[in-house]
């Protein structure tokens, strides 16, 4: 079936140490899109690419980093972890258009150590 | 910047029972859309739900209708005939026409369903 894969669902890290969470897509939707989603909490949007291009929220920090090698594949790299950044990482795929959902993965759970 | 309010951080109903979500937003915006998604417990989050705002008619999928009032900015889910899978986190969103990343998702609800 088609979907949007998250690997891996379980990622541990220590502080400080680079991290990268990687999302697949096979619905070949051109937007992609990584939110941020803490305990009984919303998701909070980091950033997207529409196709090749770069979106990045305001208020995401620089330690924060998105790479689209192309469509179906997107990574979220963290340069250096803080106890903070523990948290449900979700990768969403939509079409362009704004009446379009978004499908969602099943989410990588950051733990830091 | 649009927000979306959901008052109701938890809700519990009987099974086969009707419950009601609650969801309301702020915008100065006349045209978007507005979504419900489900995030079971470990799983992943899927669309229960859409709205067009252009449109006066209610969406309804199956159990799951919706009472959009766009002058209150009201837009409520009702869930009838509860199951125990419809046990969930819910969150109501919004989507602006004007920017294709903007979608805004309210703190959620945690739906518990009792057998």
């Known amino acids: 079936d088609a979907m949007v894969i998250q690997n891996p669902r379980y990622q541990v890290t220590q502080f400080g140490k680079p991290v990268t969470l990687s999302c697949s897509q096979t619905?070949?939707?051109?937007?992609m899109y990584w939110y941020q989603q803490k305990s009984s909490q919303a998701p909070k949007l980091l950033f997207h690419y529409y196709d090749k291009d770069f979106n990045n929220e305001a208020d995401t920090p620089d330690n924060f980093q998105s790479r689209r090698p192309n469509t179906s594949f997107c990574f979220l790299d963290i340069r250096s972890p803080g106890l903070g950044d523990a948290a449900m990482y979700l990768c969403?795929?939509?079409?362009?258009?704004?009446?379009?959902?978004?499908?969602f993965g099943d989410g990588t759970r950051l733990s830091i150590l | 910047a649009q927000t979306v309010t959901q008052s109701q951080p938890e809700m519990s109903v009987q099974e086969a029972e009707t419950v009601t979500l609650s969801c309301t937003y702020d915008?100065?915006?006349?045209?978007?859309?507005l979504f419900w998604y489900k995030q079971p417990p470990s799983r992943q989050m899927i669309l229960v739900i859409r709205q067009e705002a252009y449109k006066q008619q209610n969406a309804t999928e199956n159990r799951f209708s919706v009472n959009f009032q766009k002058a209150a900015k009201s837009f409520s889910l009702k869930i009838s005939d509860s199951q125990l899978g419809d046990a969930a986190m819910y969150f109501c969103a919004y989507r602006s026409t004007n920017n294709n990343n903007d979608m805004r998702f309210g703190a959620g609800t945690r739906l518990t369903v009792k057998p």
């Open positions: 969403a795929t939509s079409r362009g258009l704004a009446n379009q959902p978004q499908h």
């Open positions: 619905l070949n939707h051109n937007v």
């Open positions: 915008t100065s915006e006349s045209d978007y859309y």
